[in-house]
């Protein structure tokens, strides 16, 4: 491969990862493939191999991505000015994390055989990323809430693993409804948005 800038890599990485997050919305993690996925960008198979070597990798990157756009989020509720009431900052954190659903479903349905197949220096730079949301979110507490570290670190330890629990039940698919329906399990429409808040009201 000849010497690319790494503008030109970051781009070329950029659009295969949005090729990968398109095709995620419509078909399941394991039907989707390298080959799959050079269908929906410029690039032929053997070319994406230039910059990721699995579809977990390529995955992993999304994840990446998707961690780094919701620290921005969190960094935006961190600089509000004034100090927000625990209702106002369940919403504002609720409110970022509804638009986080490919962030959500991964860490939900693939997380595990993700980091297992990528390369161990892709793990660690997505690591250091989720290391920023944990500690993001904990400087959210502090800034409008002014809790403890030790406060802060409780609420982060029952937030970040019912986290990964929320696309589930945000959507179900018609097939676990159906079974639910069977054998009268009682379920609800709810949301991510409301998922979160309302768990946030009660650890705040």
């Not at 055989?113 to 660690?124: D, F, H, K, Q, T």
């Not at 406060?151 to 639910?180: H, L, V, W």
């Amino acid at each position: 491969m000849a010497v690319e800038h790494k503008e030109t890599i970051d781009k070329r990485r950029e659009e295969i990862m949005d090729a990968c997050e398109k095709l995620y919305e419509i078909m399941g993690f394991q039907s989707i493939n390298i080959k799959v996925i050079s269908t929906e960008t410029s690039f032929s198979r053997p070319s994406i191999y230039n910059y990721f070597q699995t579809k977990e990798e390529i995955f992993l990157g999304l994840l990446t991505r998707e961690y780094m756009k919701w620290n921005d989020a969190l960094r935006n509720i961190i600089g509000r000015n004034a100090d927000m009431e625990k209702d106002a900052l369940a919403r504002a954190i609720a409110k970022s994390m509804e638009e986080r659903k490919t962030l959500l479903k991964i860490s939900a349905m693939n997380l595990y055989e993700i980091e297992e197949n990528s390369r161990a220096e892709l793990l660690v730079e997505y690591k250091k990323v989720f290391k920023d949301s944990v500690e993001l979110f904990g400087e959210c507490l502090k800034k409008h809430l002014g809790v403890t570290d030790q406060k802060s670190e409780q609420i982060r330890y029952a937030f970040f693993p019912y986290m990964y629990g929320i696309y589930p039940y945000a959507y179900p698919t018609d097939k676990q409804i159906a079974a639910m329906d069977e054998v009268k399990l009682s379920h609800m429409d709810v949301t991510i948005y409301e998922m979160t808040y309302q768990f946030l009201k009660l650890i705040l």
